[in-house]
């Protein structure tokens, strides 16, 4: 198993590890203890690198298999062998965007069912940009005009972000905890890891966010699009709030 650290610290960018398991032919490295993001819930993979002794390798891909996390290294570059000691960086200027975005996705998501109380249908996130789909009867120019609006304004405020933990049981028994149209979260998986946006948003969630929604920056509703019945897709862009 890898002891995951961005499950209660994504601001942690350096760690050391120890390296328990190599797949030559995959080229890629199981580690005791990471914090790299391996993907999910729309949110991309971590990259950075991996150094040790006399070696060093980029980090190009994490991902997760049987409650190990696996690092995949660049094709010209050595791999460390098990029991290595290694120092992990990841890329954190491109992990703070994905954080402000996923963060501002979860804003957009909370204004969204304060409103409307309808399920999410799907989405996605790149560093920067990031769209929700939504079960809503109509979506227009407008609509998007007052989204923009109302998540700036929930930024300005500066709520407080928490990272808790729930029984299955209760999250199972909330609607406003699972917001996906699908329960895709597996049974076995208990408790669940819950992002509490305070006073706006609280869902489950396994991704990397921020710890005030003022550090989200500024949002543009960038376009909104009706993708069939009962299914709307609003895109966001993140920016960087204009100094005072």
């Known amino acids: 198993m890898t002891d995951e650290l961005f ?3 994504a601001y942690r960018h350096t760690f050391e590890a120890v390296v328990t398991d190599v797949d030559p032919e995959g080229r890629s490295v199981a580690l005791n203890r ?5 993907g999910g819930g729309g949110q991309p993979h971590d990259t950075g690198s991996l150094q040790w002794g006399d070696g060093r390798a980029d980090v190009t891909r994490a991902r997760r298999q049987e409650g190990r996390l ?13 029991g290595t000691e290694v120092s992990g960086t990841i890329d954190w200027d491109r992990r703070h965007l994905l954080m402000r975005t996923h963060t501002a996705l979860h804003i957009l998501c909370g204004v969204i069912w304060q409103d409307f109380r309808v399920a ?14 939504f079960e809503l009867p109509e979506m227009s120019a407008e609509l998007g005009r007052r989204l923009e609006q109302r ?5 300005q405020r ?7 933990f729930v029984d299955r049981a209760e999250a199972d028994a909330d609607p406003a905890l699972i917001r996906t149209r699908a329960n895709l979260i597996p049974a076995v998986i208990d408790p669940l890891r819950v ?5 706006l948003d609280r869902q489950a969630d396994g991704g990397t966010h921020v710890a005030s929604t003022a550090e989200v920056g500024v949002v543009e509703v960038t376009g909104t699009q009706s993708k069939g019945r009962a299914n709307k897709r609003v895109r966001i862009a993140v920016g960087d709030a204009q100094p005072q």
């Open 158 to 164: 500066a709520r407080d972000i928490a990272v808790e």
């Open 195 to 199: 992002i509490d946006i305070r006073g």
């Open 70 to 82: 696996w690092h995949s290294v660049a094709d010209d570059q050595p791999l460390p062998s098990p």
């Open 7 to 9: 499950v209660t610290d």
């Open 34 to 38: 990471t914090v790299f993001y391996p």
């Open 151 to 155: 998540i700036n304004q929930e930024i």
């Open 120 to 133: 999410v249908t799907g989405g996605n996130m790149e560093p920067g940009t990031g769209r929700l789909d």
